[in-house]
């Protein structure tokens, strides 16, 4: 699916591929690095060959419960804008959402408009789409931040000297800062639209219609209203969905039958999925193994249990994730469109 601007211009510039270029082969060089020792391949290879079938069953249970609820969060806050859909179409979505973050170029622009579009696709709002992403991403920053929290307090109980309090100081104040902006989004939102104001009497940009709708639809966002008790609800809904895919790990390390070093386990996954937020690398290739393991390790874990360990549980949330997503991608797209939407939909991707 090919989307460009009025103008022609291709929305990802030759700097995006090159720094996904980059990145993949940053990722592989990790991976060639994490593995290096051959006693570690053979360790590794035999540990992965004796999987316990039903723990590998249920690290995928707990992942797709993961997806699922992720769906449903998805629900609860389109729902608040006045929007109904499906959940196994929000499924299917987020499975979509998923295989696009984790290896297209230009994340997280691209995902992010994927779904904005699909939201429109299913009769939700401009305004009601953006207001569900943007809640969900704070939601999100608070469910991870208070599982890294909770991390750094295990830690601490188990008398470990590799925590550091600059962890647990960062993780409070992103709680902090992301709960104030989710319990006052209007705030957010008019500081959007001073900025949106601003930069077109500075720059011209965003000009015509595009601004004219852009700041209608921040207007419309104000509109929108989550009380205190479902904004609780929408961030104990981002935190399962980040619990369940810890479940995912918890259950990669009974499928290679490894102990689980519970003292820094949270934390490391904690962290692992803070590298995998960022634009470094598509998915966080490399990056999320070697965080784990080196995390792991250092609480304890012996090196070949610990590697196979974040092999499962990566080709279960990663690479078995990304293959399933594609084709709901596909299932999607052979969805038709309702009539009368086609320019309207052109144009909203263009604009998100």
């Not at 540990?47 to 629900?75: C, D, K, M, N, T």
């Not at 709960?179 to 500075?202: K, M, N, T, W």
């Not at 390790?297 to 990663?318: C, D, E, H, I, Q």
Request: include cysteine.
């Amino acid at each position: 699916m090919s989307m460009r601007s009025p103008g022609g211009r291709a929305p990802r510039p030759r700097g995006v591929s090159l720094r996904y270029l980059a990145g993949v082969v940053i990722g592989v060089a990790v991976l060639a690095a994490l593995f290096s020792q051959r006693g570690d391949l053979r360790g590794v290879s035999h540990e992965v060959s004796h999987l316990s079938p039903a723990w590998s069953g249920a690290s995928i249970l707990a992942e797709l419960a993961s997806i699922l609820s992720f769906a449903y969060l998805q629900r609860v806050v389109l729902e608040s804008g006045a929007t109904t859909m499906g959940l196994g179409r929000l499924l299917a979505i987020s499975l979509a959402n998923n295989a696009i973050a984790n290896t297209v170029p230009g994340e997280p622009a691209v995902s992010s408009a994927y779904r904005y579009r699909e939201y429109r696709r299913r009769g939700a709002s401009a305004a009601a789409a953006s207001w569900t992403i943007l809640t969900i991403i704070i939601a999100q920053a608070i469910g991870l931040s208070l599982l890294v929290l909770l991390g750094v307090v295990v830690s601490l109980l188990s008398g470990s000297r590799a925590t550091s309090t600059g962890v647990a100081v960062t993780g409070l104040v992103v709680v902090l800062a992301a709960g104030a902006v989710l319990v006052r989004r209007d705030l957010l939102i008019r500081v959007l639209e001073v900025v949106v104001q601003f930069l077109r009497r500075a720059s011209g940009r965003p000009s015509g219609r595009l601004g004219e709708r852009l700041v209608t639809m921040l207007q419309r966002m104000k509109e929108i209203r989550l009380g205190v008790a479902a904004t609780l609800g929408v961030v104990t809904l981002a935190t399962l969905v980040w619990s369940l895919d810890f479940a995912c790990l918890l259950c990669a390390f009974a499928a290679v039958h490894a102990p689980i070093p519970g003292d820094g386990v949270l934390l490391a996954y904690g962290v692992a999925q803070i590298v995998a937020v960022l634009p470094l690398v598509p998915g966080g290739i490399g990056l999320v193994e070697g965080s784990l393991a080196v995390i792991l390790v250092a609480y304890g874990a012996a090196r070949v249990p610990t590697l196979s360990t974040v092999l499962v549980y990566r080709f279960v949330n990663y690479w078995l994730a990304v293959a399933v997503g594609w084709l709901a991608f596909v299932a999607l797209a052979l969805v038709p469109t309702r009539r009368g939407e086609d320019v309207t939909l052109a144009r909203d991707t263009e604009e998100s």
